[in-house]
């Protein structure tokens, strides 16, 4: 039974960091390290909260409160749930994380191999292949994370530690590592770990890998929340590896620096210089297969979701075909378009998913009432507001406000590290918890 675990454990855990493991999270660390220096290793600790830890912790958010989402949501307020859930889902699905994978698959994937390609057409059918493929790999979601674990990840990490392990060994330009510093080096990993949408994510994977652990035998809470547990410490030691590496070989490119460089290109530039033609191949491949388990993960969940939410109106194959369609529109775009316009959204919505996988994980098991969580939930969203207002301000031409609001936020304490709502939120759950328990009391339950 013991091996079993294990053996269990070590596939989901593979299909777990292949979800993870997509377009923004290989294109990402590079630039990091390119920007941070030799003050990488500050970078890796910020990027690691975002893209790492904080994807771990709504996994278990998830875990604690029953079997997927909808029971995560229950906690707080059926209503407020169900609106999370449904912007969350749409940003790591249609309008954001999807379209990457492809158009990531299709500006690495297929140029640097067959570079003729290059136009709004080859774009085009890039795009009609990859949701063609996904699309008949997403319609049977039973599946999905055997075929993911068992035979696309295990392809897609030697490619990577094969990469990595060359880059460490034999860098292209080690100067860099002593002659460049950022102080901002950990806001820069933590902020561009906002990018991954793994936090967004984990709280919609948790209820595939619950399933999957599940559909094995786990059905006991002691034995599946020990599965879930190590299937997911096995998932972050891998990306824990990898981002590190990843970072270490954008350091290390000598690679000049430019505010319009495109992510897609250093990432190209590591793998010639590191690895030669060869590395063009392998880099193609691995993009491919870490952007393929990503969408097929991604189009699942988006179409359970919708399908549940319709109580079967729509059905699972119907949201599975709309979905590749709307997102293959999207691809044609370009990776660096989709992450401009997706940036103002996602300073919104991830503040408020991490405020609540935060305050479940920490105070799940303690704390009962809703009151406290919607509070913290509330004064997270009012400060993510009024960063993106401020924002907005100062793109329109309204220096006065904009300048008057960022102000405000930054004299928040943690501001500096780009989590001015966290402190606020806090007050905001232990004042609504203490007013509850003397009153016993509370309106918003």
């Known amino acids: 039974m013991g091996f079993k675990r294990y053996s269990d454990a070590t596939t ?3 299909a777990l960091f292949a979800m993870f ?10 630039i990091i390290g390119l920007m941070t220096g030799s003050d990488w290793g500050s970078a890796v600790a910020g990027f690691s909260i975002t893209a790492i830890l904080g994807p771990f912790l709504g996994i278990l958010a998830v875990l604690f409160s029953g079997d997927n989402f909808t029971d995560l949501g229950k906690r707080i307020n059926s209503t407020l ?15 954001v994380a999807i379209p ?35 699309a008949i790999l997403s319609i049977s979601p039973s599946k999905v994370v055997d075929i993911i674990g068992k035979y696309l990840t295990p392809i897609l990490l030697v490619i990577l530690f094969w990469l990595i392990l060359a880059g460490m060994l034999h860098p292209i330009d080690q100067e860099m590592l002593a002659d460049f510093t950022n102080p ?11 990018q991954t949408l793994d936090v967004l994510a984990s709280v919609i994977y948790a209820g595939i890998i619950i399933t999957a652990v599940k559909s094995k035998g786990y059905n006991k809470l002691v034995d599946k929340t020990r599965v879930t547990l190590l299937s997911g410490l096995i998932a972050m030691l891998c990306l824990l590896f990898i981002y590190g590496g990843l970072i270490y070989l954008g350091v290390t490119s000598g690679y000049q620096y430019s505010g319009d460089l495109k992510r897609t290109e250093l990432l190209l530039y590591i793998s010639n210089g590191v690895l030669g033609k060869s590395g063009t191949m392998a880099l193609s491949l691995c993009v491919a297969l870490a952007c393929l388990t990503t969408a097929i993960a991604l189009v699942c969940a988006t179409a359970s979701f919708f399908s549940d939410l319709t109580k079967g109106v729509l059905s699972y194959r119907l949201v599975v075909i709309i979905t590749c369609v709307f997102s293959g529109f999207l691809a044609v775009e370009g990776v ?16 408020i998913t991490l405020t609540l996988i935060l305050y479940m994980v920490v105070f799940g098991k303690l704390v009962y009432r809703k009151a406290p969580f919607v509070a913290a939930i509330l ?40 989590v001015p709502w966290l402190i606020p939120s806090a ?4 004042v609504v918890f203490l007013v509850n328990r003397f009153f016993k009391s509370s309106s918003i339950d």
């Open 12 to 14: 989901i855990g593979f």
């Open 21 to 30: 493991f997509g377009a923004g999270n290989i294109i990402l660390p590079p």
């Open 81 to 95: 749930g169900w609106i999370l859930a449904t912007a969350i889902i749409l940003s790591i699905g249609p309008l």
């Open 100 to 134: 990457r994978t492809a158009a990531t698959t299709y500006e690495i994937g297929v140029l640097s191999v067959f570079p003729q390609a290059s136009s709004n057409t080859g774009a085009i059918i890039s795009s009609i292949v990859f949701f063609g493929l996904t």
């Open 184 to 194: 901002e080096a950990f806001r820069v990993g933590f902020t561009e770990g906002y």
């Open 336 to 351: 660096d378009k989709i992450i401009e316009y997706a940036g103002p959204f996602l300073g919104i919505i991830y503040p």
């Open 379 to 418: 004064v997270s969203t009012i400060v993510s507001l009024l960063s993106f207002s401020a924002n907005v301000a100062l793109d329109n031409g309204n220096v006065a406000y904009g300048n008057k609001v960022q102000e405000l936020i930054s004299s928040i304490p943690l501001a500096s590290y780009d």
């Open 427 to 430: 007050i905001g759950f232990a």
